[in-house]
C-alpha cells in the first residue's frame, strides 16, 4: 500500500446539516473561493495539514440528493463521480437522521470511500435521541464520527480517519441497499447490458448506474447511447410501474427510507417523542399571519439603525485619517504651487478612493446583520412569510431569498435564482433583482443622508429608501409576470431549517469575507475608474486667457466646466434638469455605472478639483451647501433604481443566456428611475 | 382527501402526490414519501402550510398542498 501525502475530500451534505461550520472548523482561515468549470456555482476550497500529509477540502453545495434537479446537485453529484475524491465526508444532521442519511445511502449507492459525520450530536442528545454509533457504522460499513461542529468537538478524530479512510487502512465493506427482489432483477439485467458496453464500464460503477437508469435520471441516460440499453430500460420500467403502480423511482426511494429506518430501529434510541420544539414555538411568533411582516420590517429597521449608529464613530476616525493624509500629502508641495501629481493624489485618489473607504464600518456593520440573520435560520422564515404576498405576484415565497442576498449584492443574488425551477420565476426574480439595494448603493445613502437629514431621521430614512426598492421590485416582478412572463406559478417546496444560534467565528468569517471584498474592490477598480475620471475632470486645462478677470470661485467652476466630464455632464443637463441633477451630479452617475460607490469618489473629485483653499469642507458640507433635501432624495432614489451596474448586467447576460435580457434590465430599469425620480422631483416642488 | 383540507394541529398520513415524476422525486427527497406520517402545523389561511415529518419541516404552497391527498 502506497502512503499518500496528498488527499482530496470533498464534503458534501444536505442544507442546514452544518457543513460549512465543520468546513470552517477543518480548514481554519486557509480558504479560498472559486469557480467550478463552467458553471457559476461557488467552489469552496481549504487545505490543513494532518500529520505530514496534506488535505484539500472541497465544500460541495448542499443537496437532499444525487438526482440531477438542480444545478447544485449537478455540479456536487459531478465533483464526486468524474474527480474522484480519495474520500467524501457526509455531513449529517444528527438530529434530523433519517431525513440526512438519504444522501448518505445514495453515496453508499456510488460505492465511493466514504466518512460520516454526525454532526450537531448535542442537540440530538438534548432531544432526547441516543445512537449506538458502534453498531450502526457495522450495519452500514461506514465509519461515523460524532461532531459538534461549532466548538470543534470531534474534528481530529474526522482528520484520523479522513487519512486512513484514504490510505485505506481499513478495506471499507459498504453495505449494499435492496430495493425488493423485482427492482433488484431488472437493475442486475440492466447491468449486465451496460457491462458489455466499455466506454460505460470504465468509469461508472455499474451497478449505480444502472439503478439511476431505472430512475429515469436524465445525465445519466444521455450518457448512454446504445437503443438496446435505452430499450431495457423502458421495458423494465413500465414493468415495475403495472406490478407496483408507480414510478420506479419512488418505489427506489422507499426502500431507501426502508433500509434506513430498519438501521436506525436498531441503533437509535429516542427517549423523548419528536415533540414540538423551541423553533415552532418561535414560529408561531415570527411567521404569524398577523404579525410576520411586520416583525420583518421591524428587523430590518434595526439593521440599518445599528449600521448608522454604531458606525458612525468608526467612520469620523477614517475620515479624519484620510483629512489628515490629504493635508499632509498637499502639504508636502509649497503653498499655492500648481502640481499635476499633487491632484492627482489629494483629489483623485484620496478623495475619490478615501472616499469610499470611508463607509466600510458601515459595510461591515450592514454584513454583520445579514450574516447573522442567514445563520440563524431567519431568512428562510422570511421566504415563508413573503410567500402569500410573493403568490399574489405570481411568484412564490422562494424567489425571495435570491432578492433578500440582492441586499448584499446583486451578482450571487443573480446566480442564486438557480434554485428557482421555473425559467419564467427566474427571469422575472432575475430581472428586479437589482431593485435590492446593494451594499455598493450604502455608500452613497451614507454620504447623503447625514447631510440634509437631522439625526432622528438617520436610519428611517435609509430603510425608507430600502423599502421603496422592494416595493419597486414587487410591483415590477407584477408587471413583468401578467405581461412578458405569464404562466402558472410553479409548486412551491422548502425546507424550514431550525433556528441556530450564529458562531462568532462563523458569522465573523462571512463579516471578514465582504469586508475584504469591499477593500479590494475599493484598491482596484474604484481606485482605476478614480484617476480616470480625476483626469476627466481635470482635462483639458483651460486656457489662462479666459480666466482673466474671474474670482477665485468661478475660475473654479470655468476650470471643472471646461475638463471632459464638465462638457459630458453639461451635454446631460439638459435630460437630467427635470429630475433636479445638475451636470456634476451627472458625471458622477456616469461613473457609477462602473460601480456604485464611484458615485461617492466622483462627487468627492468633482468637488475638489481645482479647490482654491487647502483648508477645505468636508465633501458632507460642500453638498449641504450646493443641493436641497429635495435633491438629496432624488439622487439616493435614481440611484436605488438606476441602471444596475457593468458586473451585474454582465451576470444577467450569462445566466439568462442572452444579452437581450441583460439590455432590457439595463434600460427598463433606467427609465424606471428617470421617471420615479421625474415625478417625485416635479411633485416635491409643489410643496417644499 | 387533500391535504389544503387539513387542520392545523392534526396527524395525517400520505396517501399520493398528483404531480410530475420529477417533482415527487424531489419531494421524496424531503421525506415526503406516500406512507409517512406528518403532522400539520400551520395551514396559513391563505398562506403557505408547514407540516413536520420526523423532525423536519417543510412549507408547502397552496397549489403545492392541494396536489397531496392525505388521510
Known amino acids: 500500500m502506497t502512503k499518500k501525502t496528498k488527499i482530496t475530500v470533498a464534503l458534501t451534505g444536505n442544507p442546514n446539516s452544518g457543513k460549512t461550520s465543520i468546513f470552517n472548523g477543518l480548514t481554519g482561515a486557509r480558504q479560498h473561493v472559486g469557480n467550478y468549470p463552467g458553471v457559476t456555482v461557488e467552489k469552496k476550497e481549504g487545505v490543513f495539514k494532518h500529520c505530514g500529509t496534506e488535505i484539500n477540502v472541497v465544500d460541495l453545495p448542499g443537496t437532499y440528493s444525487l438526482t440531477a434537479f438542480s444545478i447544485e446537485e449537478v455540479v456536487a453529484r459531478n465533483f464526486i463521480i468524474e474527480e474522484k475524491p480519495d474520500v467524501v465526508v457526509d455531513i449529517i444532521d444528527a438530529s434530523n437522521l433519517e431525513r440526512n442519511l438519504y444522501l448518505a445511502v445514495q453515496l453508499m449507492e456510488l460505492g465511493v470511500p466514504l466518512v460520516l459525520v454526525f454532526n450537531m450530536s448535542d442537540v440530538a442528545n438534548a432531544m432526547g435521541l441516543e445512537f449506538d454509533i458502534k453498531t450502526l457504522s457495522e450495519r452500514i460499513g461506514v465509519p461515523i464520527i460524532p461532531t459538534v461542529g461549532h466548538k470543534g468537538r470531534g474534528l481530529e478524530e474526522l482528520k484520523e480517519t479522513i487519512i486512513s479512510v484514504a490510505q485505506s487502512k481499513f478495506k471499507q465493506k459498504i453495505a449494499e441497499i435492496h430495493y425488493g427482489r423485482e427492482i433488484d432483477k431488472e437493475i442486475a439485467e440492466i447491468e449486465d447490458l451496460i457491462k458489455n458496453n466499455d466506454d460505460l464500464v470504465e468509469k461508472y460503477n455499474t451497478r449505480w448506474m444502472s439503478t439511476k437508469l431505472l430512475e429515469n435520471d436524465k445525465i445519466v441516460l444521455e450518457k448512454v447511447n446504445s437503443d438496446e440499453i435505452i430499450s431495457a430500460i423502458k421495458k423494465a420500467a413500465n414493468n415495475i410501474e403495472t406490478i407496483f403502480g408507480d414510478h420506479p423511482e419512488i418505489i427506489i426511494a422507499d426502500h431507501r427510507y426502508g433500509f434506513i429506518s430498519g438501521v436506525c430501529q436498531e441503533t437509535v434510541k429516542s427517549t423523548a417523542e419528536a415533540r414540538h420544539t423551541m423553533s415552532d414555538k418561535i414560529d408561531s411568533v415570527v411567521t404569524n399571519r398577523l404579525l410576520g411582516i411586520p416583525i420583518f420590517l421591524l428587523l430590518m429597521y434595526l439593521v440599518f439603525y445599528l449600521t448608522f449608529t454604531l458606525g458612525e464613530s468608526p467612520m469620523g476616525w477614517i475620515e479624519g485619517g484620510f483629512a489628515w493624509l490629504g493635508d499632509f500629502v498637499a502639504g508636502l508641495w509649497p503653498g499655492g504651487s500648481e502640481s499635476v501629481l499633487k491632484s492627482l493624489l489629494v483629489d483623485g485618489i484620496i478623495g475619490g478612493v478615501g472616499g469610499v473607504i470611508i463607509f466600510l464600518p458601515n459595510i461591515l456593520l450592514l454584513f454583520l446583520a445579514i450574516a447573522i440573520l442567514e445563520d440563524s435560520g431567519y431568512m428562510a422564515r422570511v421566504a415563508f412569510i413573503m410567500d402569500r404576498l410573493m403568490h399574489k405576484i405570481g411568484l412564490h415565497g422562494k424567489s425571495f431569498i435570491p432578492m433578500l442576498i440582492g441586499f448584499g449584492c446583486s451578482i450571487p443574488a443573480i446566480m442564486a435564482t438557480r434554485t428557482l425551477e421555473s425559467q419564467r420565476d427566474r427571469l422575472t426574480t432575475m430581472m428586479v433583482i437589482p431593485l435590492m439595494s446593494c451594499g455598493a448603493r450604502l455608500p452613497i445613502y451614507a454620504l447623503i443622508i447625514p447631510a440634509f437629514f437631522p439625526q432622528a431621521w438617520h436610519a428611517p430614512m435609509l430603510w425608507i429608501i430600502y423599502l421603496i426598492g422592494i416595493i419597486l421590485a414587487i410591483v415590477s416582478a407584477k408587471i413583468l409576470r401578467s405581461t412578458l412572463f405569464r404562466g402558472e406559478s410553479t409548486p412551491f417546496v422548502m425546507e424550514l431549517p431550525p433556528y441556530r444560534l450564529p458562531t462568532t467565528r462563523g458569522v465573523l468569517i462571512h463579516m471578514w469575507e465582504r469586508g475584504f471584498l469591499y477593500l479590494k474592490k475599493a484598491g482596484t477598480i474604484i481606485l482605476g475608474i478614480s484617476i480616470i475620471m480625476w483626469a476627466m475632470t481635470s482635462y483639458p486645462k483651460i486656457p489662462d486667457a479666459k480666466l482673466a478677470g474671474l474670482g477665485p470661485e468661478d475660475a473654479q467652476k470655468a476650470e471643472i466646466s471646461y475638463s471632459i466630464a464638465g462638457r459630458i455632464g453639461h451635454a446631460l443637463e439638459p435630460i437630467i434638469r427635470p429630475i433636479g441633477f445638475d451636470w456634476k451630479i451627472g458625471t458622477a452617475l456616469i461613473g457609477s455605472f462602473a460601480a456604485k460607490e464611484v458615485f461617492v469618489a466622483q462627487m468627492g473629485i468633482v468637488h475638489s478639483v481645482g479647490e482654491a483653499d487647502e483648508e477645505s469642507d468636508s465633501l458632507r458640507e460642500k453638498l449641504a451647501m450646493n443641493y436641497s433635501p429635495l435633491i438629496a432624495f432624488c439622487i439616493m432614489l435614481f440611484c436605488l433604481v438606476s441602471a444596475p451596474c457593468m458586473a451585474t448586467i454582465a451576470v444577467t447576460k450569462r445566466e439568462s443566456g442572452s444579452w437581450k435580457w441583460a439590455l432590457f434590465q439595463l434600460a427598463g430599469l433606467t427609465a424606471l428611475a428617470y421617471l420615479v425620480t421625474l415625478v417625485v422631483y416635479q411633485t416635491g416642488q409643489f410643496f417644499i | ?71
Request: glycine share 12%.
Open chain 2, 1 to 71: 382527501m387533500s391535504l389544503i383540507f387539513a387542520k392545523p394541529g392534526s396527524k395525517v398520513r400520505l396517501l399520493t402526490v398528483r404531480a410530475g415524476r420529477e417533482l415527487k422525486a424531489r419531494l421524496a427527497a424531503l421525506g415526503l414519501m406516500p406512507g409517512v406520517q406528518m403532522e400539520v402545523l400551520s395551514s396559513g389561511q391563505c398562506g403557505p402550510f408547514v407540516v413536520a415529518i420526523n423532525r423536519s419541516r417543510v412549507v408547502l404552497g397552496r397549489g403545492m398542498a392541494q396536489k397531496i391527498e392525505v388521510e
